[in-house]
């Protein structure tokens, strides 16, 4: 089975005044479809760095990036766009929704995106609001829903393109310990039922018992990998 | 436009607030524009509606400039042109201002003469007859056949003809042949009326006739105040145009800041920049089009209102002309404002980044 990510010896430095930083020293990671792995360490272990090397947002000082078995490592920022919007899928902190945008017309845009519009793009964007529990939410917009359910669509908008990866970031940072676990249930679920590779990147340890597997970084590094409680 | 069309509708009062300054300054330009073409009209009218394509002033003094009313033809300037190549027609227009008595008062105007029988003496012109401007006449409530007075000598208004108006002031055409009788020595001045064709050379007829000759067109820059009075006008309309796209880019920066979080994700969701810029492009085109046609909808029918009262003129060039070049320049500003998407790193849409 082709992995939907493999990192080979990334890494990431940054300029710190006089001063190198490395954000990432040498990381190699493989996800596979329909596998969760969850990323967890203190600010500034490089989690962030990580997920924008994956997301191709950050171009590693070296290393190598496959996304769905293509290397996508020195792509113009141009064709980085495209496959973002072909394959990827981006959940972000606080959900970062459009504020003009009602909860169906946020999954419309992702579509749009790509170029695709009409009633089949409307029909498919009130099936995912549907599976993440928010039919009846479709025509709110983001000041009209609470912090669980402007997670929710921020996850349905992730899946308008059918991604190969999904990359999570934070996704229960604005969220109590109830409503973060449902939303780390739902990833979990939509990942199984959709063989999608997810990254999820927290400081949330409760994320350990839903992902199959746990990465922990510190100073840049993988210090620690185990098998979670979810699947196997 | 997806994405614009949604944020004009959520955020109404903001471009509400927005809409209303370009309605105001295209209110302000197409008044400004009417109002020009209107006062040029009354300072022009009367040339610009001459017969013939050129016009010839004797030349100015050193250091000073062609004059309709400092020109004075020489003797023999008339025959002299009507034998060089390419001239058809040459007839001398002589101008002076002076009060017409009606009814008892005097009206300032300006007086053409002309000899009836050459090619720039208007329809209806005889001896004895003056031809009085449409303004006039209405202003004054003259029909045909009415008198007048021009110091002293008594005329009947044989036609009324055309709204001219030169200098500000309401044109009376009298025959040539009383010209002496009305106008003091040295009151007056005269030009040169040319139809010309092919084979017309205008060095060759100013060195062999004394004058200088141009396009009719080209003379209005003579005609007293007008060239101060329309430069004035222009620069005032060409500011009006600047400060639009100061505070439509003004606007579309402080807009595309507070939107940079929005930019942001969408870019790392996978926008290109000229999508996103498209998109911005087309929000300010929907506002600057709607702004302007609705300040302009409202200058024309102040303009139409006042239209009587006031020097000003509604036609396509005072109205779409300057709203077309508003929305131009509005989008320039806009244009200048929106780069800045391309600036936007998609990377602080994650959190570490923020």
């Known amino acids: 089975m082709t992995a939907a990510l493999t990192l080979t010896d990334i890494t990431v430095t940054y300029p710190d005044g006089g001063r190198t930083l490395t954000a990432l020293d040498n990381i190699s990671l493989e996800v596979q479809p329909g596998e969760t792995i969850a990323v967890v360490g203190p600010s500034g272990s490089g989690k962030s760095s990580l997920l924008a090397v994956a997301g191709l947002l ?33 959940v972000f902190q ?67 393109n059918d ?70 | 436009m997806f994405l614009a069309l949604r944020d004009l509708r959520f955020a109404k009062g903001r471009f509400a607030l927005m809409g209303a300054v370009i309605v105001l300054i295209s209110l302000l330009v197409v008044m400004l524009t009417g109002l020009t073409a209107g006062l040029g009209a009354q300072s022009t009218s009367a040339i610009t509606s001459l017969p013939g394509d050129r016009v010839a002033m004797s030349q100015p003094p050193a250091g000073q400039s062609l004059s309709y009313t400092s020109s004075h033809l020489s003797d023999g300037a008339v025959a002299a042109a009507k034998r060089q190549h390419g001239v058809k027609a040459a007839a001398e227009l002589q101008i002076a201002q002076a009060g017409v008595q009606v009814g008892g008062h005097d009206v300032a105007a ?65 025959p040539g042949a009383d010209w002496g009788r009305l106008v003091g020595n040295g009151a ?25 000759s141009m396009a009719t067109g080209d003379s209005l820059s003579a005609i007293g105040s007008y060239s101060a009075e329309h430069g004035s006008l222009t620069m005032m309309q060409a500011m009006l145009m600047g400060i639009s796209a100061l505070v439509i880019g003004a606007f579309f920066t402080v ?54 009262s006031v020097p000003f003129v509604v036609d396509l060039s005072t109205t779409a002309v300057p709203l077309i070049l508003l929305v131009l320049i509005g989008m320039v500003g806009a244009a200048a404002a929106i ?16």
């Open chain 2, 255 to 308: 807009w595309t800041i507070g939107r940079t979080p929005d930019l942001a994700v969408l870019k790392a969701m996978g926008a290109r920049t000229w999508y996103l810029v498209r998109d911005a492009l087309g929000e300010a085109l929907i506002l600057l089009v709607a702004g302007g046609a609705l300040g302009t909808a409202l200058a024309a029918t102040i303009g139409t209102l006042v239209g009587d």
């Open chain 1, 58 to 90: 950050l171009t590693p000082n070296s290393g190598r990036i496959e996304i769905a078995g293509e290397d996508v490592t020195q792509l113009s920022r141009s064709a980085a766009s495209q496959v973002r919007l072909a394959q990827l899928g981006l």
């Open chain 2, 188 to 212: 007056d001045s005269s030009v040169l009326v040319l139809s010309t064709g092919s084979g017309f050379n205008s060095g060759a007829f100013d060195h062999a006739v004394g004058v200088d």
């Open chain 1, 163 to 232: 991604p190969t990866l999904l990359l999570v970031d934070e996704p229960t940072s604005a969220l109590d310990h109830e409503r973060g676990q449902d939303i780390i249930r739902l990833i979990t679920r939509v990942t199984d039922d959709r063989g999608i590779g997810t990254v999820v990147v927290t400081h949330d340890m409760g994320v350990l018992e839903h992902a199959k597997r746990l990465l922990t970084l510190e100073d840049g590094q993988l210090s620690h990998s185990y098998a979670g409680g979810h699947g196997g």
């Open chain 2, 110 to 174: 300006t007086l053409f003469g002309a000899d009836p029988a050459s090619f720039v003496a208007p329809h209806g012109l005889t001896a004895n007859s003056v031809v009085i401007s449409d303004e006039l006449a209405k202003n004054q409530h003259l029909s045909a056949g009415d008198e007048v007075g021009i110091n002293g000598m008594k005329f009947t208004v044989a036609a009324i003809r055309g709204d001219s108006s030169f200098s500000h002031m309401p044109v009376v055409w009298v």
């Open chain 2, 339 to 354: 780069r800045r998407i391309s600036t936007v790193d998609p990377i602080t849409a994650l959190g570490a980044a923020r």
């Open chain 1, 94 to 160: 606080q959900s970062n929704l459009i504020s003009s945008l009602t909860a169906r017309e946020q999954l419309e845009m992702a579509a749009r995106l790509r170029g695709e519009k009409g009633r089949a793009v409307r029909q498919r964007a009130d099936e995912l609001l549907d599976a993440v529990g928010l039919a009846d939410a479709a025509g709110r917009r983001p000041h009209q829903l609470s912090g669980g359910q402007r997670q929710r669509v921020g996850i349905a908008r992730a899946l308008m």
